[in-house]
C-alpha cells in the first residue's frame, strides 16, 4: 500500500525567507505522479505543483519548486520569497497507476511578517 | 466553467438520519473523486469514478455509504444512519485525462460539504 509521510506538522518562514517543506512516500511503483496541495483556512484546496516520476527534471512553478529524489523516495516542496498569502496547509499527495491519490497529514505554514 | 461545486455546503443532522450530498465536477471532467477529511488530516480517499463506473471504493467506506454518478456527469454521495463519527468535511475533485499538459491527471478539488452529526 502507498504511503504519504509529512513529517512536520508545524512550519515558520520570515516573509521574504525561503523555506522547505518536506515529504517521503512509500510505493513499489514506477510510474506515478507526486503532488503538492495548498489548503488555506476556510478555503478549497488548490494544486500548487505536480511531478511526473518517469521526469529526472524537477519541477517549478514561480516561487514554487520541488526537490524529487525517486530512489529516496522523497519529494520536498520549496517556496522561494514567501510571501503571507503562503500561509495554509500544505498537502503532499501521491497518484498511483489506478487513479488513487494519498494524502499525508499536511504542514501548516505560518509566514511571519 | 467556474470549477468543481459541492452542495450543500453545510448541512447539520441528528444522528440515524440520511444525508445526500452533490458534486458538479468541471466540465468533460472523466473521472470524479470523492474524499473525507477531518480536522487536522489530510484528505482519505472514498472513491473514484470513470464516467458513470465506479472503479474503486475504499475500504474505509461502510456499507452505509453510497455514490452514484448515473450519467457520468454529477455525482451524489449518501450516508445512511449517520452517526456522530461521520462528522468531517466531505470532499469531491474531478481529472481529466485530456491533452492540456498541465491539467491531465490533476485534480480539481471542490469547496467541501461539512457535515456535522448531532
Known amino acids: 500500500a502507498q504511503t504519504v509521510t509529512q513529517s512536520q506538522p508545524e512550519m515558520s518562514v520570515q516573509e521574504a525567507e525561503t523555506v522547505t517543506l518536506s515529504c517521503t512516500y512509500d510505493?513499489?511503483?514506477?510510474?506515478?505522479?507526486l503532488f503538492w496541495y495548498k489548503q488555506p483556512p476556510s478555503r478549497q484546496m488548490i494544486l500548487v505543483i505536480r511531478?511526473?516520476?518517469?521526469?529526472?527534471q524537477n519541477a517549478t512553478e514561480n516561487r514554487f519548486s520541488v526537490n524529487f529524489q525517486k530512489a529516496a523516495k522523497s519529494f520536498s516542496l520549496k517556496i522561494s520569497d514567501s510571501q503571507l498569502g503562503d500561509a495554509a496547509m500544505y498537502f503532499c499527495?501521491?497518484?498511483?497507476?489506478?487513479?488513487?491519490?494519498?494524502f499525508g497529514t499536511g504542514t501548516s505554514l505560518t509566514v511571519i511578517p | 466553467d467556474t470549477g468543481v461545486s459541492q452542495n450543500p455546503r453545510h448541512k447539520i443532522t441528528k444522528r440515524g438520519q440520511n444525508v445526500t450530498f452533490r458534486c458538479d465536477p468541471i466540465s468533460e471532467h472523466n473521472r470524479l473523486y470523492w474524499y473525507r477529511q477531518t480536522l487536522g488530516q489530510g484528505p482519505e480517499f472514498l472513491t473514484y469514478?470513470?464516467?458513470?463506473?465506479?472503479?474503486?471504493k475504499s475500504r474505509l467506506l461502510s456499507d452505509r455509504f453510497s455514490a452514484e454518478r448515473p450519467k457520468g456527469s454529477f455525482s451524489t454521495l449518501e450516508i445512511q444512519r449517520t452517526e456522530q463519527g461521520d462528522s468531517a468535511m466531505y470532499l469531491c475533485a474531478s481529472s481529466t485525462r485530456g491533452r492540456v499538459r498541465r491539467q491531465k491527471d490533476t485534480q480539481y478539488f471542490g469547496p467541501g460539504t461539512r457535515l456535522t452529526v448531532l
Open positions: 511531478q511526473e516520476a518517469y521526469k529526472q
Open positions: 499527495a501521491y497518484r498511483n497507476t489506478g487513479n488513487q491519490f494519498y
Open positions: 510505493t513499489s511503483e514506477s510510474d506515478y505522479y
Open positions: 469514478f470513470q464516467n458513470e463506473a465506479q472503479l474503486e
